[in-house]
């Protein structure tokens, strides 16, 4: 019942900016939303989480200081600002929802097809 479409992926060079937004239909109220990544021959693994307030953000090492997660809950849109990216971001991004206020490592409930980011050197 719920979809979500991630946008905004492509080719970029390495030192550049991309924003990827997440577009969620179907009841994603009170939802911790967050995103995800999965580089070529690796596992999928954790990049960034929101709260559904916004007032909790979670990233991972490899991110934190460069990325920044963010959702306007009054569009039913979330948003992953990255920075200053480097080769080894380049992956497929997920977008994913939790059925909770806040994010648990203890998973997400519903998933997007993803979207290809790649960092050329």
């Known amino acids: 019942q719920v979809q979500l479409v991630e946008s905004g992926g492509g080719l970029v060079q390495a030192g550049g900016s991309l924003r990827l937004s997440c577009a969620a239909s179907?009841?994603?109220?009170?939802?911790?939303m967050g995103w995800f990544r999965q580089a070529p021959g690796k596992e999928r693994e954790f990049v960034a989480a929101i709260s559904w307030s916004g007032g909790n953000t979670y990233y991972a090492d490899s991110v934190k200081g460069r990325f920044t997660i963010s959702r306007d809950n009054a569009k039913n849109t979330l948003y992953l600002q990255m920075n200053t990216l480097k080769p080894e971001d380049t992956a497929v991004y997920y977008c994913?929802?939790?059925?909770?206020?806040?994010?648990?490592?203890?998973?997400?409930?519903?998933w997007g097809r993803g979207t290809l980011v790649t960092v050329s050197s």
């Open positions: 179907g009841r994603t109220f009170g939802y911790a």
């Open positions: 994913a929802a939790r059925r909770s206020t806040d994010y648990s490592p203890s998973g997400m409930d519903y």
